[in-house]
């Protein structure tokens, strides 16, 4: 079988996890790595035994590429999968696949009339604790959804990683760190009707800023979720608690069995073993992205699933700077 030919763009933290994925998987070719910090690219090309390119124009005339793997900041994204899109190569992109809707809407055209794939890198669909509740919901554990609580929280974006927090490169908040749960919603409970956010930001003078950002989606069935976004933690936290008429699936991150079922009416209630999470999701993500590349399976997250996330994010960021709740027709588009 001929190995899939794999080139990464951006030598930061995801494009270094990507590599170190890459380079682990079978029938996978690491062609090229394409960066702008010369001294520090040349590191990583030796690191990862691969030629490396200061930009996508040279490693197309100089190597063999199958696949584009996209791990820069967002607001790059729109030109490098056009430019990769014209050269017809398939192409993987970091979430959120754009700034706006309509860059993303662009983004799919050019890919679909160019007949090249577009995979876009939603992880949780790759966490097993998140998988997990879904196949739950799927075979009627809780029941018909009443009310969803989900949160998120990371610290405040370091130095080193200021572009997350420049809205005009990152989409901010709502769109970088919210598109997470945004996506996984609306896959597993179906469409967005109506979003309701408040965004708090504390920013003095010698003090460390922190950002805070609360959401309520109603959805098309009734079901009412509730989202907690924050730039404001010591470390890392997530939790849900997905319930319904017949029972409640609960997960905290920070718990050593931290994906629970419990039934309306059961004196015990069922945990899942902490042994499942072990598996790498991001190696999975990856894993599966090569399956759709040589045609054994199709996207769990497909190109459209990636737009009606962030058309839920735009929705949550106009709700909080008008105040008011936004109403979303078919399609997830702003009414």
Same mark, same amino acid.
């Given at each position: 079988?001929?190995?899939? *030919? !794999?080139?990464?763009?951006?030598?930061?933290?995801?494009?270094?996890?990507?590599?170190?994925?890459?380079? $682990?998987?079978? &029938?996978?070719?690491?062609?090229?790595?394409?960066?702008?910090?010369?001294?520090?690219?040349?590191?990583?090309?030796?690191?990862?035994?691969?030629?490396?390119?200061?930009?996508?124009?040279?490693?197309?005339?100089?190597?063999?590429?199958?696949?584009?793997?996209?791990?820069?900041?967002?607001?790059?994204?729109?030109?490098?999968?056009?430019?990769?899109?014209?050269?017809?190569?398939?192409?993987?992109?970091?979430?959120?696949?754009?700034?706006?809707?309509?860059?993303?809407?662009?983004?799919?055209?050019?890919?679909?009339?160019?007949?090249?794939?577009?995979?876009? &890198?939603?992880?949780?669909?790759?966490?097993?604790?998140?998988?997990?509740?879904?196949?739950?919901?799927?075979?009627?554990?809780?029941?018909?959804?009443?009310?969803?609580?989900?949160?998120? &929280? !990371?610290?405040?974006?370091?130095?080193?990683?200021?572009?997350?927090?420049?809205?005009?490169?990152? &989409?901010? =908040?709502? =769109?970088?760190?919210?598109?997470?749960?945004?996506?996984?919603?609306?896959?597993?409970?179906?469409?967005?009707?109506?979003?309701?956010?408040?965004? @708090?930001?504390?920013?003095?003078?010698?003090? *460390?800023?922190?950002?805070?950002?609360? @959401?309520?989606? $109603?959805?098309?069935?009734?079901?009412?979720?509730?989202?907690?976004?924050?730039?404001?933690?010591?470390?890392?936290?997530?939790?849900?608690?997905?319930?319904?008429?017949?029972?409640?699936?609960?997960?905290?991150?920070?718990?050593?069995?931290?994906?629970?079922?419990?039934?309306?009416?059961?004196?015990?209630?069922? !945990?899942?073993?902490?042994?499942?999470?072990?598996?790498?999701?991001?190696?999975?993500?990856?894993?599966?992205?090569?399956?759709?590349?040589?045609? *054994?399976?199709?996207?769990?997250?497909?190109? =459209?699933?990636?737009? =009606?996330?962030? $058309?839920?994010?735009?929705?949550?960021?106009?709700?909080?700077?008008?105040?008011?709740?936004?109403?979303?027709?078919?399609?997830?588009? @702003?009414?």
């Amino acid at each position: 079988m001929n190995k899939v *030919k !794999v080139a990464v763009i951006g030598i930061g933290k995801l494009g270094l996890r990507n590599l170190n994925i890459w380079s $682990r998987l079978k &029938g996978i070719e690491i062609v090229g790595i394409i960066g702008r910090d010369q001294e520090r690219l040349q590191e990583v090309g030796e690191q990862f035994g691969a030629a490396t390119f200061t930009s996508v124009e040279d490693l197309l005339s100089q190597a063999e590429v199958d696949t584009f793997d996209i791990c820069t900041p967002t607001d790059t994204h729109a030109a490098f999968v056009n430019q990769i899109a014209q050269a017809k190569k398939h192409i993987i992109c970091a979430k959120p696949l754009a700034l706006t809707s309509i860059e993303a809407e662009q983004m799919i055209a050019i890919c679909e009339q160019n007949n090249v794939q577009l995979l876009v &890198g939603h992880t949780l669909q790759f966490f097993p604790e998140y998988v997990n509740a879904k196949e739950q919901f799927e075979k009627g554990a809780i029941g018909r959804p009443g009310v969803i609580r989900m949160s998120r &929280g !990371v610290p405040y974006p370091s130095k080193d990683r200021e572009w997350y927090t420049d809205e005009q490169r990152s &989409g901010g =908040l709502f =769109l970088d760190l919210g598109v997470h749960e945004f996506e996984w919603i609306q896959s597993t409970f179906g469409e967005v009707q109506r979003v309701m956010a408040k965004h @708090v930001k504390h920013t003095q003078p010698n003090e *460390k800023p922190i950002e805070y950002g609360l @959401v309520t989606l $109603r959805m098309t069935d009734g079901t009412i979720v509730h989202i907690e976004l924050s730039w404001a933690e010591t470390k890392f936290r997530s939790s849900f608690e997905l319930t319904g008429n017949k029972g409640m699936i609960t997960y905290n991150h920070e718990e050593s069995n931290p994906v629970t079922l419990a039934i309306h009416g059961d004196v015990s209630s069922v !945990v899942m073993s902490k042994s499942m999470l072990r598996r790498d999701p991001f190696a999975r993500q990856l894993e599966h992205f090569v399956d759709c590349l040589t045609g *054994k399976k199709n996207p769990i997250v497909s190109s =459209l699933d990636a737009l =009606l996330a962030i $058309r839920i994010s735009e929705a949550a960021i106009k709700s909080a700077a008008v105040g008011q709740p936004v109403t979303l027709i078919e399609g997830g588009q @702003v009414k």
